[in-house]
């Protein structure tokens, strides 16, 4: 009967067999790979050797990389209130808004920046940061504010909040959608019971809202711990990890490691444990979010 | 119906697929020679002769492409470091080290001597040879130098007018102006900090000219010896450190295997007396550099200077085709005259500092990937056709026609510039030929990144300079067994070691 299924939805899987191939070549083969390599001493001088944990002892000793993980916290956290309170805050205010048609344009213009490339965006900020002919300074200094123009990518005390600011005011896309559709998927009578026992929206917020946008949150932290622990391109581009290690993080590490220093069977390490703490994060989060939703 | 409907749907892509490469095996009939350059100034003038070479020889298609400068050394090791056959055939050879020890590219020595078929005089000939000497590698002729490169200050005319200034003839004398500039509430120098800036950019170029006149004294230690395997007692014999004299070691041949063992035993170590000094130089100049340097990149420096908001830059010679062509760009309010002076040299210290001499050499260098035979020698054939004077003027004509900048004069015999490039050239004539520059050690890269890191650290104030150089000195100390790991030296000077053959 099964079989009979398969055969019968032949074409469909014919049509998938490309995908998965090709998803099993470029990401799973690279993984694994990966995952092998950071057992073995492999640099550009050679093939690769099996060397046991050594990758792992390096890491624990490696100063540079140590420093990293500091600024990495820094950026997750930063990312996870951005991407978890502002476009909720978005979503709440879009919702209630009375005129459907003016819901609808103030949507469209919040998530018309997705079709962007993220390279762009990134790109922009850098001009707007330049030190010298950029939009931050010069706003500054036309509103007499020049003491409080700085070099906020190449200054160490602002590199790393620089960052953090980069995408202001933060109404990630995504999140604002998923946010809007567990707002709509709210029931009706719920509502219509908060109002009849006289909540305000202060309180509907926390009481009703808030409670069951909890799968809506697990999903956004989670994606937000991806990409947050991934992401480094924006600050290869921006600034290097710098100046000194102001801005560098592990995965920036990795990839010097790989492809500036050669040392591939330690980059693949590096790799590993990040793919180990993103697993423990998002491990965590979703029990985390599930027992506070089994408390609720 | 259906199935047949289906069945051909399922073969269209699979169809496309054949019928593509089928018409990719027939314009592979024609041989390939791929150009993979960043040297994208010179885009009209090699596709010209590239069009000129194809009707020579029918039978070779030649593909010009122009890379990004970023991302170009990492494109070039995973293209040529895997030995892909998707490997260009011709690259810049200044981007990416350590292919020929690897056994990656073509000896190009043994052609030299050949006729060229073009001139029908050896291809040597219309080389230069003092950087062909120069650019060897273990002794052999690895990369060939198409154009030359050096830097030097750009100042406002206007500016040092309108305050009383002259170039300056010594460092001393450039910082006092640098003050006179700073009181007139315009910044003295525009300097890029960023990261690329200390590897290949401004930063770089500062701290490789202070250590090569603040180390002339280790030139002894390191040069060629007799018995070495690049001995040249012609060379090498009767050398005597002259500090009154830049160029007094520019053609003394160094081992690079007797640099790495001083550097291992403490021969030439970071944190002396020199080095201090030289730093704490370098930090006294870095006070009258922009605000925020660290976070300024090339294009936002350059624009402090375009804009008449700083008074001086440390560029390229490059940069006089580009300043002509923005000046011309600008308002007519906006315009103003400038200059070009040498790096001035330091009359004041505790010790013999020779005058600087700059940081340039070749900036143009080509190199050949090693595939078969036959394609080394159709390259080669290719190389000495646009290394002919015509060739070498066509590139010169067609990148001014393209309002493109040239790096400086050709270094292939017979290409004239254009005089209004020429007649700035003077502040960049004779010098380069750097010898113990370092930012990290011997180009390696993991120790230019440290040596980045601490840099910026000590720049910026937040390290002494005993601190910043104790630092330096662990980071070359622990570079040395991946420097010799990486060339594959044995560490005796007598044997040559390269994995070529």
Redo the contacts between chains.
Sequence with gaps: MRRGAIWRSR?SY??LLPTFLFLWLFNYVPALSGLFHAFTEW???GGAHFNGLDNFRRMAQDE?LLLSITNQVWLLVASLLKSLIVPLIVAEMLFHLRSGRLQQVLRTLFLAPMVVPGMVGILLWGFI?????GLLNNALDAVGLHHLT???????HT?LPAVIGIGFPWVGGLALLLYLAGLNAIPQDLLAAGAVDGATSWRRFWAIDLPLLRGQMKTIAVLTIIGSLQDFGSLLVL???????ATHVPALHMY?QA?????YGYASAIGFVLFLATLAFTVANMKFVAAAEEMG | MIIVR?TLL?LLPLILLVGGSQGQQNSQKRQQITVATVSSNYREGLNVLAREYERLHPEVQVRIQIQPTNGYE?WL?TQI?TGSDTAPDIFNSNYAH?FYE?GLTVNLTSFLDNPNPYTSIPWRSSLNAQFLEKQKVNGDVVILPIDFIEIAFFYNRDVFQRLGLDPPTTWEEMLRHAEAVRKARLIPFAVP????SYWSGTVGWIFRFFTDAYLRDAVPIVMSRPGDWDYNAKQNANFRVDVSNAMSDATVVSNPERLIAAVRDGVIRMDTARFHEAYEKVREFAKYW????????AN??Y??FLTG?AAMMLHSSATISQLNKDMDDLGAADRFQWGVFKVPPITQSRFHIPPFRGVGGAGTMWSVVKKSDAQTARVVDFLMFTTTPHAAQTLVEETVKARQPLNGPMLIAGAKLPESIGRHFGAFENRGFEKLSFRGLADE??SV??W???A??YL?G?MTTDECLKRYQQTMVEAVPRVV??N?YDMDPRTKDSAAP
């Design positions: 074409t014919l049509f640099e550009t001088t540079f940061y330049d030190p010298n002919i700085r070099a906020w990518l190449g200054d160490w590199a600034t290097g990890g710098g100046p000194g290690l010097f492809f500036r220093f050669g040392h | 289906r399922l990492t090791r470091g350590g690897r900090g960023d990261a690329d922009q605000r925020g340097f660290n976070g300024t990149n936002s420096a624009q402090l908001k890269q993991e990144w440290k980045t890191v601490w910026q650290r910026d937040r790991a990486n594959r």
